[in-house]
């Protein structure tokens, strides 16, 4: 949300919380200073709030369903970016003037392949 923001935020805008911005179940929206997306409100106003007991902001797991932190959510978050391959962007190697072991060097080196110790 920030990269919509241009300037800084106010002192005040800085230390806001949801409860701030939303004290007796309705959103109070007004008390920001910078035009928030439509889209990006209604996100918001689709987002569940607490509305029974204490009413405090508390951290949330943003990779689980009910926001409590579990090693098997951990594990899906750590393994879910290594079965994306990275697209290869070396086919630049190949086209080298120079002696063919280096290429084959440089296309190790691109892959972080080079067998060491």
Same mark, same amino acid.
């Given at each position: 949300m920030r990269e919509l923001i241009e300037g800084p935020l106010s002192q005040h805008e800085e230390s806001l919380k949801i409860s701030d911005i939303h004290p007796n179940g309705q959103w109070n929206l007004g008390k920001i200073s910078f035009d928030i997306?439509?889209?990006?409100?209604?996100? +918001? %106003?689709?987002?569940? +709030? %607490?509305?029974f007991g204490e009413r405090e902001d508390t951290l949330m797991w943003k990779f689980s369903a009910d926001g409590e932190f579990s090693m098997d959510s951990a594990y899906r978050l750590s393994i879910s970016d290594q079965l994306k391959p990275l697209p290869f962007s070396g086919g630049w190697v190949w086209g080298v003037d120079t002696l063919p072991k280096i290429r084959h060097f440089l296309w190790l080196c691109i892959h972080a392949s080079l067998p060491t110790r």
């Open positions: 997306p439509k889209v990006v409100i209604d996100r +918001i %106003q689709a987002i569940p +709030i %607490q509305s």
